[in-house]
């Protein structure tokens, strides 16, 4: 929460035009600021801006997309002019289908639906979460993913550790959704980072493919000792699971995503409050049957160290690029991308950005870097496709 508040109060004093002694009440300047973002491949993606004055009753949300790449904007799409209006990070995911179709669940608005629209289009329209799965109903969509015309959303009452959750799957851009009969984690883990960059608990490789990030709960309801952190995953579009225990010697999940083919980097993180240390990456080649540690920072003294993970900054992301390299997003007090080349046993400052926190989104054949926060001058938004190099793309404006 410090790096959010410190976020806030920069904003709010940068936000705030002094009156005169004598003059009338004291005028306010509107703030903007980049949420999150989704790209299906180089070309077709979308981002989401947030816009309002601090600390008002209601900010406006609204989405941009684009088919070059970020050469050209559509004009924005206002989703909402009641969303929080709160500048820091946020628990904010998006994605988008390789037909065009965007889905956005956001903590920004309230109640928390999903939205869906299409790029270049100007219309969308609002999916209650209790109308996913009526049988069932939720209150809050908790993460969405997408693969080909695949779409897949976990829902739970409240986002947290000890919320049971539900997984739906579609196969026709949302047009009709299917409930999962067979899932073996009863408690979704949505680790608070610093209520930062969202860590992604549901990922998806393939329309058939996905795996999902949760907790053991425990035997006895009364006990407020979560179990370890698993792995579910299916290979049969939701249908059945499998589980696997990951190797880590942290209470907190940052990240779990995949690459092409089956292999997958989760990033576990430790106490938030000392810039998530410790700190571990596990990887698995083998679409999560198995996990290896491939590197930790600590706590010293009680863990025996592996690799050399990065040592400074609040991690919100990792991603693995289709070459095996692995990247992580890191925030507070500037944002900045490390990558490693040797599986995640060495790492390497490769980007810097302007931006307080920062948020991936994987793409076919490349991964994209937003700077989420207050709007400001200096890189913001970048592209890779070997993890190593990064082109800059200008935001819309």
């Known amino acids: 929460m410090k790096a959010r508040a410190l976020v806030t109060l920069a904003v709010i ?13 004291a005028a306010t300047t509107t703030s903007h600021w980049w949420v999150t973002l989704a790209f ?14 601090q600390q008002a009753a209601n900010c406006e949300l609204s989405v941009y997309t684009t088919s070059n790449g970020g050469v050209r904007w559509a004009p924005p799409v206002v989703l909402s002019r009641r969303a929080g209006c709160g500048a820091g990070g946020s628990t ?21 639906d999903l939205f869906q629209g299409r790029v270049h289009h100007p219309g969308f329209r609002v999916v209650p979460a209790a109308r996913l799965a009526p049988s069932e109903p939720a209150d809050t969509v908790c993460s969405v993913a997408a693969a080909g015309k695949s779409v897949w ?27 999962s009969r067979d ?6 883990d949505e680790a608070n980072l610093v209520d930062a960059t969202p860590p992604e608990s549901l990922v998806v490789a393939n329309p058939a493919s996905a795996w999902l990030i ?25 249908r059945t699971w499998h589980t696997s225990t990951l190797p880590c010697r942290t209470d907190r999940i940052g990240g779990l995503l995949s690459s092409v083919g089956n292999e997958l980097a989760a990033l576990c993180l430790g106490d938030p409050s000392a810039g998530y240390g410790p700190m571990e990456v596990v990887t698995s080649t083998n679409g999560g049957v198995s996990w290896a540690q491939r590197c930790n920072n600590g706590p010293k003294g009680l863990l025996r160290p592996v690799g050399d993970c990065p040592g400074f900054g609040y991690p919100g992301m990792i991603d693995v ?6 990247v992580i997003a890191l925030g507070y007090p500037i944002g900045g991308v490390e990558v490693s080349l040797d599986g995640g046993r060495t790492w390497k400052l490769v980007l810097r950005s ?8 994987q793409a076919t054949g490349t991964v994209w870097m937003l700077g989420i926060g207050p709007v400001s001058s200096g890189l913001r938004l970048a592209e890779s496709r070997d993890g190593r190099t990064w082109h800059a793309v200008s935001l819309p404006r």
Not at 16 to 24: L, Q, R, S, Y
Not at 183 to 188: A, E, F, G, H, I
Not at 354 to 361: D, M
């Open 183 to 188: 899932m073996p984690l009863k408690s979704l």
């Open 92 to 112: 904010d995911e998006m994605a988008i289908t390789a037909d065009g179709s965007w889905f956005l669940a956001t903590s920004q608005d309230l109640p928390h």
């Open 321 to 326: 690029m289709p070459n095996g390299a692995l």
């Open 40 to 53: 299906a491949n180089r070309e077709l993606g979308a981002v989401v801006e947030g816009s309002g004055v």
């Open 153 to 179: 959303v976990v829902l739970a009452n409240s986002c947290g550790p000890w919320s049971a959750a539900v997984v739906l799957v579609s196969d026709n851009d949302g047009a009709t959704w299917t409930r």
């Open 13 to 25: 004093i940068g936000s705030v035009v002094a009156a005169p002694v004598t003059g009338p009440v």
């Open 354 to 361: 302007a931006a307080t926190f920062l948020t991936l989104s």
């Open 214 to 238: 949760g907790t053991a709960m425990p035997p006895r309801k009364s006990s407020m000792i979560a179990g370890p952190l698993e792995v579910a995953r299916t290979t049969d579009a939701g």
